[in-house]
């Protein structure tokens, strides 16, 4: 039977590799055959030093997340971890591609460490929600100190090879890439080891590392400013705490007892959730057969701050882009605004100076449809406007070479309708980038009526290709994200036409976890944005919509960008500031319309607001216009600022309970639309399921 670990000798090294594809995850088989690997070296006499390194793409990828929240089986690995320490002979890590969680936990056990360039080497189980349990939050400050490992350990970032040398985490940076490279630098490293005479140089021996440098309590602060409401980076702060008051033994107790705590909380299953569905996302339920059409080159439509950070995302992929603007001047802004978006890249470490010019190369604005005569993908980014995105794709059908993809960047017009306007429906999709596209990690595919498989595989591709988690969503108003954002924002409506102030509302889900209320996103979005948007839906439904938002639009307020909204941004207050005013245009439509104020509790805002958006999401998957809800959740969490911790809003119907979803919206029916139970929601608590169960393959 095939085992997860080998041994082998190479003279007297014995070379011990985890081979679990894809990531030698250390899940309870892989522990078991290591920990079987680490007692035979201990045991065989001719093995003087030991190599533990990893094949395939990368050293260690940590524990098996997916055993978390299971009853834990021996042996764990905080025990393999002490074995390889107090092992009485040397034991090397030589890591490559990644040491991550568990994985460099395993290394910090080892007494000599070394890696290839290029490698990760984190701690990242903050995002998951949990702390290094494996000895990471007792050895790390020993070996680097306390300010270094505390970084490392509560922000969850990797660190470069070259910095891991400088502050003691690893010995050495080899030379090479690859798994072969890591077991013939580990070999050489250990023959020295032995020819010097090196000993094991276990962690213990190192002595308790002292108190941050500007103490726990400035720490403490800054960590609830960067991560509010989050528990794990707190617990583990707690966890190095010890190390820095207890001896190993003790602080490795501490940090097994702080551990088990965040094993049973919500946020660590909600942000393992959202690490599995962001992967799930991408096997999409009938394109496993489909053949993605070769793409080269790309061309956009429209060179404004959408068409320009698609063709930003295109070029960092190293695709070249045509770009057709309407005339010569905007087709030379958006080109100022292509090499500004770069500069930036260049800036945060994401491009080289080189790649950026090579990239600047590949570029041709033009106001010639001609042009677009070679491009593989076409992506519209024109005028939210149905006739003006037809006439668009009119002429791109004259142009695109035959299997063209043609694609429309609409948020939320009929994709159906701007398919007839060419003579290749099969070939039309939307492409629903977010602002700014080349920064934004989400990307709607959305599939029409008639659009080929092929098309949808190649999209998909294309997504990956450009860095994205694409999600497919069918064709209605808005798709997923924007529909649901529409019903749960007219739910705020009401509650601020019944008695909550748009301030309170904010207040309440900035609570929750949400990045920023809904009043702050229309001002960031722009209150024109939402006027036009009513506009448009109350032409469609005949439905009332508030009329203090349009006030506002009235008075030229138009959100952060007049300095005027739904708050006030001057100087003394440039992340806004509440407005009396606005509260005199909500009293004056609630008299108009004969509503009595009454009191909300935050409580109820977030009970509400959330019973509204889970139902939407419910009668979203009815339609079928997310096939399931872990897109919904993706959704929500990469492009609506859902807290991550929640795990997205269909996961957090499943935390809060089916049922008491169900009876929450039974309570709060009232007519207005918003919370009359889906039957989707009706169907699944009476026959006692969850959203999850709809989500497997
Ligand atoms: C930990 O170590 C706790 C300890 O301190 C204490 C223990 C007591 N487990 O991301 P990819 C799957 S916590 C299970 O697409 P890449 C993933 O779901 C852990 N499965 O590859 C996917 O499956 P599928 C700390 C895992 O090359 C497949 O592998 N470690 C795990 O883009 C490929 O993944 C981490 O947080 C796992 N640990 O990136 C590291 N990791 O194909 C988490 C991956 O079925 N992992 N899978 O969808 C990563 O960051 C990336 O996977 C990695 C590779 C960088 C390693």
Not at 479 to 500: E, K, P, Q, T
Not at 660 to 667: G, P, Q, S, V, Y
Request: proline content about 6%; aromatic content about 6%; charged content about 25%.
């Amino acid at each position: 039977m095939s085992t997860p670990v080998t041994y082998d000798l190479d003279d007297e090294i014995a070379v011990i590799t985890v081979d679990n594809p894809p990531v030698n995850a250390l899940g309870h088989t892989t522990r078991a055959a290591l920990k079987d690997c680490v007692d035979r070296f201990a045991a065989d006499e001719t093995a003087r030093i030991a190599v533990i390194c990893g094949a395939g793409r990368l050293f260690l990828g940590g524990a098996d997340v997916s055993e978390f929240g299971k009853p834990p089986q021996d042996p764990w690995l905080p025990e393999i971890c002490t074995l390889i320490e107090d092992c009485p002979k040397p034991v090397v890590a030589s890591i490559h591609g990644a040491a991550l969680g568990g994985g460099l936990e395993v290394a910090l056990g080892c007494h000599y460490r070394l890696a290839l360039p290029g490698t990760k080497l984190g701690l990242p189980e903050v995002s998951l929600g949990i702390l290094p349990g494996a000895g990471g939050t007792q050895r790390a400050p020993r070996v680097v100190g306390t300010d270094a490992a505390l970084e490392m350990i509560t922000s969850g970032k990797p660190v470069a090879p070259e910095a891991a040398r400088e502050s003691g985490l690893i010995d050495r940076v080899g030379e090479g890439k690859g798994a072969e490279a890591a077991r013939a630098e580990g070999v050489a490293y250990a023959r020295e080891l032995l020819a010097e005479g090196a000993a094991p140089r276990p962690v213990s021996g190192l002595p308790r590392p002292a108190a941050p440098a500007d103490g726990w309590d400035t720490w403490e602060q800054n960590l609830r400013r960067k991560f509010p409401g989050q528990v794990a980076q707190m617990q583990a702060t707690k966890a190095v705490k010890a190390a820095t008051e207890m001896d190993l033994p003790d602080g490795l107790a501490e940090e097994r007892r702080l551990f088990n705590e965040l094993i049973d909380t919500p946020q660590r299953e909600g942000l393992i959730h959202a690490f599995f569905i962001e992967r799930k996302v991408a096997r999409v339920p009938g394109l496993k057969d489909a053949t993605p059409r070769d793409v080269q080159a790309i061309g956009v439509v429209g060179g404004g701050t959408m068409g320009s950070g698609i063709a930003t995302a295109a070029l960092l992929a190293g695709l070249p882009v045509t770009l057709v603007e309407m005339k010569p001047e905007a087709a030379d802004k958006a080109r100022a605004t292509i090499e500004s978006n770069l500069a930036g890249a260049v800036k945060r470490g994401k491009m080289s100076d080189a790649k950026r010019d090579a990239a600047l190369a590949t570029v041709t604005t033009t106001t010639d449809y001609g042009e677009l005569k070679d491009a593989d993908v076409i992506i519209e980014a024109v005028f939210e406007s149905l006739d003006v995105k037809k006439d668009v794709f009119t002429q791109l059908d004259a142009v695109a070479k035959p299997g063209a993809v043609l694609a429309t960047n609409t948020s939320y017009l009929d994709i159906n309708e701007i398919a007839q306007a060419t003579s290749r429906p099969a070939d039309v999709i939307g492409l629903h980038f977010f602002s700014p596209a080349h920064v934004m990690k989400l990307l709607e595919v959305v599939v029409a009526d008639v659009t080929g498989t092929d098309v949808t595989a190649t999209a998909f591709a294309l997504g990956k290709r450009l860095g994205k988690v694409s999600v497919r969503a069918g064709v209605c108003d808005g798709f997923i994200g924007n529909r649901m954002l529409s019903h749960y924002r007219s739910a705020a409506d009401w509650m601020i036409l019944h008695g909550a102030s748009p301030y309170q509302i904010d207040r309440a889900l900035e609570q929750f976890g949400f990045a920023m209320g809904p009043m702050k996103v229309a001002d960031l979005a722009g209150i024109d944005i939402g006027y036009m948007t009513r506009q448009r839906k109350g032409k469609q439904t005949g439905v009332v919509y508030p009329q203090w938002a349009d006030d506002l639009y009235g008075m030229d307020r138009l959100g952060r960008k007049t300095g005027r909204g739904f708050y006030i941004y001057d100087d003394e207050s440039p992340k806004g500031r509440e407005d009396p005013e606005v509260l005199d245009l909500i009293a004056k439509e609630r008299a108009a319309q004969g509503v009595i104020p009454r009191d909300f509790t935050d409580d109820e805002i977030v009970e509400r607001y959330m019973a509204a958006m889970v139902n939407e999401g419910a009668r979203i998957l009815e339609d079928g216009i997310a096939l399931r809800p872990l897109d919904i959740d993706v959704v929500k969490l990469m492009g609506y600022g859902f807290p991550r911790y929640r795990g997205g809003p269909m996961k957090y119907a499943d935390m809060t309970g089916i049922a008491t979803i169900r009876d929450r919206l039974n309570a709060y029916e009232d007519g207005s639309g918003f919370w009359s139970p889906a039957a989707l929601i009706d169907t699944l608590a009476a026959e006692g399921r969850n959203f999850e169960s709809m989500n497997n393959d």
